[in-house]
């Protein structure tokens, strides 16, 4: 936005509000920590200031506006785990990255349910791949977290290979089943066989 302001025979040339769109407005602080949640970086978002905002703002002055919102994600996922949870669900999904090119990553996602069927996102973690170091990672840190695996009464995963090596290494004991939407996805032979044969699929 463009502003004319005529100039005066005496006094100041500049009306005394104009040095207050120097600060930050409290908005463009709000879209800067929900672009940076969205994966932008504050490099990023410091580039495209002039155009957001009307003026270049350094990503240290951006790093001073999202660090309340890294501090909560990190507390977040450093949570203790609830004592009550029996059943764990295990997944990833895949999203896309930029970085210099375009390409599809992981995040992995502990999903814990109760008894009575509450369910808690309890962890996600960026991963370039379900490899079974990335699924240990993870299960060692809602361990450390209070997850109790001994109460636990049942796991629930895809056929990924990463992440049933890193079950076996880490929670043997627990019973685990095999996703039902995974199983009868379109692609797999016993999604293909419900496709085909869907009466005699009903239970």
Same mark, same amino acid.
């Given at each position: 936005?463009?502003?004319?302001?005529?100039?005066?025979?005496? =006094?100041?040339?500049?009306?005394? $509000?104009?040095?207050?769109?120097?600060?930050?407005?409290?908005?463009?602080?709000? !879209?800067?920590?929900?672009?940076? /949640?969205?994966?932008? &970086?504050?490099?990023?978002?410091?580039?495209?200031?002039?155009?957001?905002? =009307?003026?270049? $703002? &350094?990503?240290?002055?951006?790093? =001073? $506006? @999202?660090?309340?919102?890294?501090?909560?994600?990190?507390? $977040? %996922?450093? #949570?203790?785990?609830?004592?009550?949870?029996?059943?764990?669900?295990?997944?990833? %999904?895949?999203?896309?990255? @930029?970085?210099?090119?375009? #390409?599809?990553?992981?995040?992995?996602?502990?999903? =814990?349910?109760?008894?009575?069927?509450?369910?808690? @996102?309890?962890? !996600?973690?960026?991963?370039? &791949?379900?490899?079974?170091?990335?699924?240990?990672?993870?299960?060692?840190?809602?361990?450390?977290?209070? %997850?109790?695996?001994?109460?636990?009464?049942?796991? !629930?995963?895809?056929?990924?290979?990463?992440?049933?090596?890193? /079950?076996?290494?880490?929670?043997?004991?627990?019973?685990?089943?095999?996703?039902?939407?995974?199983? @009868?996805?379109?692609?797999? /032979?016993?999604?293909? %066989?419900?496709? #085909?044969?869907?009466?005699?699929?009903?239970?």
């Amino acid at each position: 936005m463009t502003v004319s302001v005529p100039k005066p025979r005496s =006094g100041a040339s500049r009306p005394g $509000w104009v040095p207050l769109l120097k600060r930050a407005p409290h908005p463009l602080k709000d !879209i800067c920590r929900q672009l940076w /949640l969205r994966g932008l &970086s504050s490099r990023d978002l410091a580039a495209v200031s002039p155009d957001v905002a =009307g003026r270049q $703002w &350094s990503h240290e002055s951006v790093n =001073g $506006w @999202v660090r309340d919102v890294a501090e909560d994600t990190m507390r $977040w %996922l450093n #949570r203790p785990v609830r004592q009550d949870v029996r059943y764990v669900v295990l997944d990833a %999904l895949y999203v896309p990255f @930029v970085r210099g090119s375009s #390409r599809r990553e992981a995040l992995l996602v502990a999903l =814990g349910v109760t008894e009575d069927g509450y369910k808690e @996102v309890l962890d !996600i973690q960026h991963a370039a &791949s379900e490899s079974t170091d990335s699924w240990t990672t993870m299960l060692s840190r809602l361990t450390m977290r209070g %997850l109790r695996v001994a109460d636990l009464s049942l796991v !629930i995963t895809d056929g990924d290979a990463g992440l049933l090596a890193a /079950l076996s290494s880490q929670s043997p004991q627990v019973p685990r089943q095999r996703c039902t939407v995974h199983k @009868v996805r379109p692609g797999t /032979l016993a999604g293909r %066989l419900v496709r #085909r044969f869907p009466r005699a699929a009903r239970p």
